[in-house]
């Protein structure tokens, strides 16, 4: 058997974020951070997560011959000094309406911090680091960046000298009260604008044999949808914030999701994209008619999917708000919200190509443009993965919380997710964008062709000299399963 070729950090920390309050100060003196602040050094109260990740970057081998030395600089193999590095955490919604806490449906914002501090060590004060994220419509700006503390971090480096700019990608935002549109605001966008990237026949749409005139997004009307993933196009709304820095570190949630089994990785780029409504995400019908809304043909699911498509117009236009909110809320008490609807399930054959395809124009773009004839990828990414509290069961916006303590950190988005995979207990196999992604092929986004090639480098954050031992996927593990999506229950989770 050959050696694996893909490094994979897992650093084991505490299992929660008790404690830590913004700007997220470490909490311990930091030697290679004299570079940055100097004489300065603010110790904060207990803060695992800036060890974890700190020893997951040490893990990863960056400038291993200087880790935890005062000349450490691990971002520096990634980016050069005077560079623009772009922050992509999931931000995704500002609250949780389950049982479960905010905690696992975003990105903590001690994430943000120390990540940060390594970017500013690594670009210099001639670079630039950027927050940048395109959140759900719903999701109230305001709200989830106080929770995040994205103010106090403007703050605190401004303090130092250092501007640290916050980019709400988004072009709209939306009110919804019982699942319905009632209100939008118009947001300022990208202030660096927007990039179209086309894939064409490099899409994973292409030959799929999906529809695209049956296509449904983020909105009610399904036009846009249709229009960018037709006549040969498969176009996207790319941030020009993300695409012309110099490297992109996301930063996603550890959680299950609805759509695509997991959301870890691959499913976070979908924050880059501007228009929402340019993403398809199911195709109208059931399997027998070509679609992946819902499974089966219970009249029922039926009815409601041509129900739903009368709809639409209407409320495009704001009509019939209160009938259409008193349905919404009937429906849920009658069926429960564990019902299969708008392609949230296992045969979902749709988003995961989406998910896929923004992987393709992330990693195959920069600030010169796109690049579908490059050997590999032509953009530096990399990936650390908030697990300290993981989410299961109704994610992404309703997810169980799940305290894991667990960081998960690599250059490759897909050895990142079989990691984490593994942690939950599933089976890569049983997820379409996983599995896809590892068949290589032109426009690959992933060295990974199976799960052997990936060494998992795993460390404990709560020691300080970075020592790692080196496991295979095989050998990593949490105590009990996740619970997977309602839709996906016994066609995610792994055999033993």
Same mark, same amino acid.
């Given at each position: 058997?050959?050696?694996?070729?893909?490094?994979?950090?897992?650093?084991?920390?505490?299992?929660?974020?008790?404690?830590?309050?913004?700007?997220?100060?470490?909490?311990?003196? *930091?030697?290679?951070?004299? +570079?940055?602040?100097?004489? @300065?050094?603010?110790?904060?109260?207990?803060?695992?997560? /800036? $060890?974890? !990740?700190?020893?997951?970057?040490?893990?990863?081998?960056?400038?291993?011959?200087?880790?935890?030395?005062?000349?450490?600089?691990?971002?520096?193999?990634?980016?050069?000094?005077?560079?623009?590095?772009?922050?992509?955490?999931?931000?995704?919604?500002?609250?949780?309406?389950?049982?479960?806490?905010?905690?696992?449906?975003?990105?903590?914002?001690?994430?943000?911090?120390?990540?940060?501090?390594?970017?500013?060590?690594?670009?210099?004060?001639?670079?630039?680091?950027?927050?940048?994220?395109?959140?759900?419509?719903?999701?109230?700006?305001?709200?989830?960046?106080?929770?995040?503390?994205?103010?106090?971090?403007?703050?605190?480096?401004?303090?130092?000298?250092?501007?640290?700019?916050?980019?709400?990608?988004?072009?709209?935002? *939306?009110?919804?009260?019982? +699942?319905?549109?009632?209100? @939008?605001?118009?947001?300022?966008?990208?202030?660096?604008? /927007? $990039?179209? !990237?086309?894939?064409?026949?490099?899409?994973?749409?292409?030959?799929?044999?999906?529809?695209?005139?049956?296509?449904?997004?983020?909105?009610?009307?399904?036009?846009?949808?249709?229009?960018?993933?037709?006549?040969?196009?498969?176009?996207?709304?790319?941030?020009?914030?993300?695409?012309?820095?110099?490297?992109?570190?996301?930063?996603?949630?550890?959680?299950?999701?609805?759509?695509?089994?997991?959301?870890?990785?691959?499913?976070?780029?979908?924050?880059?994209?501007?228009?929402?409504?340019?993403?398809?995400?199911?195709?109208?019908?059931?399997?027998?008619?070509?679609?992946?809304?819902?499974?089966?043909?219970?009249?029922?699911?039926?009815?409601?999917?041509?129900?739903?498509?009368?709809?639409?117009?209407?409320?495009?236009?704001?009509?019939?708000?209160?009938?259409?909110?008193?349905? @919404?809320?009937?429906?849920?008490?009658?069926?429960?919200?564990?019902?299969?609807?708008?392609?949230?399930?296992?045969?979902?054959?749709?988003?995961?190509?989406?998910?896929?395809?923004?992987?393709?124009?992330?990693?195959?773009?920069?600030?010169?443009?796109?690049?579908?004839?490059?050997?590999?990828?032509?953009?530096?990414?990399?990936?650390?993965?908030?697990?300290?509290?993981?989410?299961?069961?109704?994610?992404?916006?309703?997810?169980?919380?799940?305290?894991?303590?667990?960081?998960?950190?690599?250059?490759?988005?897909?050895?990142?997710?079989?990691?984490?995979?593994?942690?939950?207990?599933?089976?890569?196999?049983?997820?379409?964008?996983?599995?896809?992604?590892?068949?290589?092929?032109?426009?690959?986004?992933?060295?990974?062709?199976?799960?052997?090639?990936?060494?998992?480098?795993?460390?404990?954050?709560?020691?300080?000299?970075?020592?790692?031992?080196?496991?295979?996927?095989?050998?990593?593990?949490?105590?009990?399963?996740?619970?997977?999506?309602?839709?996906?229950?016994?066609?995610?989770?792994?055999?033993?």
């Amino acid at each position: 058997m050959s050696e694996p070729r893909v490094r994979v950090a897992l650093a084991r920390a505490e299992d929660g974020y008790l404690g830590i309050e913004a700007p997220f100060d470490p909490d311990f003196a *930091v030697p290679e951070l004299g +570079g940055l602040y100097g004489d @300065r050094s603010d110790v904060g109260s207990p803060n695992p997560v /800036y $060890r974890a !990740v700190r020893s997951a970057l040490a893990a990863l081998g960056l400038d291993g011959d200087r880790a935890g030395k005062a000349d450490w600089n691990p971002l520096g193999d990634l980016v050069s000094e005077g560079g623009r590095v772009v922050l992509k955490p999931n931000l995704i919604r500002h609250f949780n309406p389950g049982e479960g806490s905010v905690e696992s449906v975003v990105t903590h914002g001690a994430f943000l911090r120390v990540v940060a501090d390594y970017a500013w060590l690594a670009v210099g004060r001639n670079g630039s680091v950027v927050i940048a994220e395109a959140p759900q419509q719903d999701c109230k700006w305001a709200i989830v960046s106080e929770y995040a503390g994205i103010d106090r971090l403007v703050d605190h480096f401004a303090r130092i000298g250092l501007t640290l700019e916050v980019v709400d990608i988004r072009r709209e935002e *939306v009110d919804l009260v019982d +699942g319905i549109v009632v209100g @939008r605001v118009t947001l300022p966008g990208d202030p660096a604008g /927007y $990039r179209v !990237v086309d894939l064409g026949d490099l899409s994973f749409f292409s030959e799929s044999g999906l529809d695209a005139k049956r296509f449904r997004g983020a909105d009610y009307d399904p036009g846009p949808t249709s229009e960018h993933h037709s006549n040969g196009r498969n176009e996207y709304l790319i941030s020009e914030t993300v695409l012309s820095s110099d490297l992109v570190i996301n930063l996603p949630k550890l959680k299950t999701h609805k759509k695509t089994g997991v959301t870890l990785a691959l499913k976070n780029l979908v924050g880059i994209n501007g228009d929402k409504n340019w993403l398809p995400h199911h195709t109208l019908g059931n399997p027998e008619e070509g679609g992946d809304e819902y499974p089966g043909q219970k009249t029922i699911d039926r009815w409601r999917s041509r129900a739903t498509e009368i709809a639409r117009p209407l409320l495009g236009r704001g009509l019939g708000l209160s009938l259409f909110r008193f349905v @919404r809320r009937f429906e849920d008490k009658v069926r429960g919200e564990d019902f299969i609807r708008s392609g949230n399930w296992y045969g979902n054959r749709t988003t995961w190509r989406m998910c896929l395809d923004l992987n393709r124009c992330l990693y195959y773009s920069d600030r010169d443009g796109f690049h579908p004839d490059a050997d590999g990828p032509v953009r530096q990414v990399l990936t650390i993965l908030d697990g300290i509290v993981a989410g299961d069961c109704s994610g992404p916006l309703t997810p169980r919380d799940v305290p894991l303590g667990a960081v998960i950190a690599s250059t490759d988005p897909v050895a990142v997710d079989l990691a984490a995979m593994r942690l939950m207990q599933f089976d890569p196999d049983r997820v379409p964008k996983v599995r896809e992604a590892m068949r290589g092929g032109q426009l690959s986004i992933s060295s990974v062709r199976e799960p052997s090639d990936v060494k998992v480098m795993v460390t404990d954050a709560l020691n300080s000299d970075l020592t790692q031992v080196v496991r295979s996927l095989d050998q990593i593990r949490s105590e009990t399963p996740f619970r997977p999506h309602a839709g996906w229950v016994g066609h995610v989770e792994a055999s033993s």
